[in-house]
Antibody, heavy 121, light 107 residues
Framework: QLQQSGPGLVKPSQTLSLTCVISGDSVSSNNAAWDWIRQSPSRGLEWLGRTYYRSKWYDDSPQSVRSRVTINADTSKNQFSLQLKSVTPEDTGVYYC?????????????WGQGTPVTVSS | EKVLTQSPATLSVSPGERVTLSCRASQSIRTYLAWFQQKPGQAPRLLIYDASTRATGIPARFSGSASGTEFTLTISSLQAEDFVVYYCQQYDNWPYTFGQGTKLEIK
């Protein structure tokens, strides 16, 4: 199960921070990847990035957001987080955390409940 | 980045009918395609992976197929709860991408 938390309103130019707490699994699993995906009317469903552990930590983000996205895992709390810097109103949308199906199956099988985020002053 | 184009954007059909939704990839994604269903206010739900394998608990009326870069999701007999939005997603190559979705509406 994935439980998301974080603010629903962020001011332009600030940093959006969200957390996803994992239960029933481990963020350090060697065969899972942990994703952040957002959804907006203008951009549809869009991957923001992922983190995964394969003897060491890796993270990937699409080029379109790479300079603004940080994804971190916290093994002590069994959670992972998203930070998106310098937000604009274009970053308004519903943000989801997800877990892929594992064993190299890179489609999101389990999803958090979603966090609606509005970027506005 | 591999682009997925879903068509049509909206499809008007009647309950009980059979419907086919289309997803075209801009280049080869082999069979690394998944289909999702999204109901209002909910996260997407996995229906199909590897182009044609039903996910756990998905009814048999949902099926997927592939031919080159063309993928289809077929719902054999539409139930009331099926009139929602469907997305395809490729996981052949990072960044993974989604199609823009097809909405089923009641005719």
């Amino acid at each position: 199960q994935l439980q998301q938390s974080g603010p629903g309103l962020v001011k332009p130019s600030q940093t959006l921070s969200l957390t996803c707490v994992i239960s029933g699994d481990s963020v350090s699993s060697n065969n899972a990847a942990w994703d952040w995906i957002r959804q907006s009317p203008s951009r549809g469903l869009e991957w923001l990035g992922r983190t995964y552990y394969r003897s060491k930590w890796y993270d990937d983000s699409p080029q379109s957001v790479r300079s603004r996205v940080t994804i971190n895992a916290d093994t002590s709390k069994n959670q992972f987080s998203l930070q998106l810097k310098s937000v604009t109103p274009e970053d308004t949308g519903v943000y989801y955390c997800a877990r892929d199906a594992g064993n190299g199956h890179n489609y999101p099988e389990f999803w958090g409940q979603g966090t609606p985020v509005t970027v506005s002053s | 980045e591999k682009v997925l184009t879903q068509s049509p954007a909206t499809l008007s059909v009647s309950p009980g009918e059979r419907v086919t939704l289309s997803c075209r990839a801009s280049q080869s994604i082999r069979t690394y395609l998944a289909w999702f269903q999204q109901k209002p206010g909910q996260a997407p739900r996995l229906l199909i992976y590897d182009a044609s394998t039903r996910a756990t608990g998905i009814p048999a009326r949902f099926s997927g197929s592939a031919s080159g870069t063309e993928f289809t999701l077929t719902i054999s007999s539409l139930q009331a709860e099926d009139f929602v939005v469907y997305y395809c997603q490729q996981y052949d190559n990072w960044p993974y991408t989604f199609g823009q979705g097809t909405k089923l509406e009641i005719k």
